[in-house]
């Protein structure tokens, strides 16, 4: 009657019951192949290989412990080298593959002693200590893998950095013998000192097939464009003798030249330069009553006088690098260390890294035929270049030349950006030093002819406590068209600012930054918030500018955007009976600044007036709470080599409410400062880049008889 009587304990009636033994079969079969599944997947998905059992650790880098693999003498020898290789010809990058992170995976093979049949090592050297850091450090690195499966590129332990300590021959047979060698496809070596007496090649003697080089003397005659990396020659004293670096600008000697085994021709020339220049040059040389040893290494000499190398770098503007033996030298490595601009004369050098490096901003090249005119090249060359190249020596060092770390994870990082392009890095992230944040910034200089308008401007306010005139000047800015942001820089710590509910309800977004000190300079700090190129100045109380002047400006800014575009001008004058400069705010026909107090500009600029800004002019701006926008001016046009651009043709600007109690800019001391101000700037600066114009700029059809509603601008102050 019930449902459940036609079940027992071990299923329904109607299925027949299994035997046991068959039972018992099956449940062992399951059984087995669950097992397996499940050491199949374990196997699948445990990092293994064939080829690497284990990190790439110091214990592994012990040669002693290291497996000795004998070569035969009939081992094959690769190909000598194929010249024409490209990386679409010789590099497999399929086998790099896509990955989220745009990174390639490298391989370091396990370390052998790789010794001839009768047991004498390919090299005299075994694993030098430049090598082993170059290993360490790419071990230790995101590029590295111990997953030969998923590699992309492969760095055999095989230390050929130094051809003079090598076996050419059982140096090829041993590339040759490793697992993925495959005619050296995908594969790197790393070599500084290339070639041998009497030639000295100026790339790897070892026959190498298909293999990436990257080497310390390449010539244009040996370098696979594209292909092979250009790296320098590692100085040892950079691990041994720390240089402090040193602030750019005018230095004891003019040119030095400190190598020791130069070209008697060469020397010879030098040495005329030297009778012709007098104490601007130094000609050093090795000193012959020293023991030789690590000390004398470390010393050179002129006329007996010995002095400290590579300190003695620090002592000069230019430092001669003149090609010896090989073409790539150990000494550009300490002359960039010393921030001294390298002055190089090696005829058809592919300089280190010059596929992502401008060297044009570090160094001087010149022609070897052209060392007679050393002296009067370099003297052409302005004092303000002089001073930017000696930064960009000494970052280029700091950069790329300061360890084998440092040379090792820049070669893959360029092979890298060959590989996957769309992420490589971009110039500016190769050239610009870091502690300026020019990853989003590009200078005025490399911009398009004219920007593009939508992205707009960033109003940048800069206030104390004028709270009314403050939110005046904000709503008549927001009425701009092309207004994308407004920040306000709140400069009093005494005060906090009003509440958000009080500020005026616009249609952009709104920021306030408070300070920690009140200084002018505040408003020319790179805020992570100015998102846009183009900044616009304005002091709290320019409340008369009306939004057709204001969308004006911004629109001969984007045609002109390596300039200062405003609106108050003023002009600089010569004092001849004071001798001096003298700065004019009367309205005169000339124009040779226009004040910050309402300027369009680069945002560029402000990277440069805050991290770059010569001497100390940016602490007396701050302390004397005067002539920010007159430093502006003079940095804007230092670098440009260009006037500022009025426009329109109002003159007055300010609330006139806004009693000489409230302004800084009224005060008769402040006016008098001004002058002081220009006198000295320049002086800092080493000449006087302001450049006066008698131009401004106007709406075409402002004063024309037309239809206001046909004008583009209409409201045009004139007074």
Known sequence: MYASGKYSSRGPALIPRMK????????????????????????????????????????????????????????????????????????????????????????IYPLQRFVDELGVPISSTGLSREYNDLLSAISDSDFYTDDVTRACLFIPS???????????????????????????????????????????????????????????????????????????VYSPLSADVELPERQPGPRRYFILSSQTAIHREYRAELERLKEENGEALLLLDKCSNLSQGAASARKRCYKGQVYDYPQILQDSSFCV????????????????????????????????????LDWKRASVVIPEEKLSEMYTILKSIPHRQVEEMQRQARWFWEAYFSSMKAIGLTTLQIINDRIYPYAARTYEQWNNPPVVKWSSVNSPLFLPLIPPRAPGFTAVVLTYDRVESLFR????????????????????????????????????????????????????????????????????????????????????????????????????????????????????NEVSMVLTGAAFYHKYFNYLYTYKMPGDIKNWVDAHMNCEDIAMN?????????????????????????TAIDGLSLDQTHMVERSECINKFASVFGTMPLKVVEHRADPVLYKDDFPEKLKSFPNIGSL
């Not at 669950?34 to 284990?54: D, K, R």
């Not at 010896?324 to 260390?337: E, H, I, M, N, Y």
């Not at 500020?503 to 805020?527: A, H």
């Open 634 to 658: 003079f940095l804007v046009a230092n670098i440009t080599g260009k006037a500022p651009i009025k426009v329109t043709p109002r003159k007055k600007f300010k609330c006139p409410e806004c």
């Open 321 to 356: 690098v003149l090609r010896g033996a090989r073409l790539g030298q150990a000494a550009l490595s300490d002359v960039l260390q010393a921030g001294c601009v390298p002055v190089i004369l090696a005829d058809s050098y592919i300089l280190p890294f010059s596929e992502v």
């Open 158 to 232: 095989i230390d050929v950095l130094n051809q003079n300590s090598l076996r050419v021959r059982e140096t090829a047979q041993a590339l040759a013998m490793l697992p993925r060698w495959d005619k050296g496809m995908n594969h790197l070596l790393f070599n500084m000192l290339p070639g041998g007496p009497p030639d000295y090649n100026t790339a790897l003697d070892v026959p190498r097939d298909r293999a990436l080089l990257a080497g310390g003397g390449f010539s244009t005659w040996t370098y696979r464009q594209g292909y092979d990396v250009s790296i320098p």
């Open 20 to 107: 046991t033994k068959h039972r018992i079969y099956y449940i062992t079969l399951f059984s087995v192949v669950l097992l397996g599944l499940i050491a199949t997947g374990m196997f699948q998905f445990w990092p293994h290989s064939i080829e690497s059992t284990s990190d790439w650790t110091l214990d592994k880098r012990s040669v002693h412990d290291a497996p000795l693999v004998r070569l035969p003498v009939s081992s094959p020898i690769p190909e000598r080298g194929d010249l024409s290789c490209r990386m679409h010809t010789c590099f497999d990058v399929y086998r790099c593959g896509y990955n989220p992170k745009n990174r390639i995976k490298v391989y």
């Open 473 to 588: 000047v904000i709503t008549e800015i927001s009425k701009v068209p092309s207004l994308a942001k407004l920040l306000v820089v709140w400069n009093n710590q005494n005060k906090s600012p009003p509440e958000e509910s009080l500020w005026p309800k616009i249609g952009v977004p709104l920021k306030v930054v408070r300070t920690k000190e009140n200084k002018l300079s505040n408003r020319f700090f790179p805020y992570d918030e100015i998102e846009t190129e183009a900044v616009l100045a304005i002091d709290d109380d320019i409340i008369m500018l009306t939004s057709d002047e204001l969308q004006f400006g911004y629109e001969v800014w984007r045609e002109f955007p390596d300039r200062l575009v405003g609106y108050p001008g003023r002009l600089h004058l010569w004092d001849h009976e004071m001798g001096k400069w003298k700065y004019e705010s009367e309205w005169t």
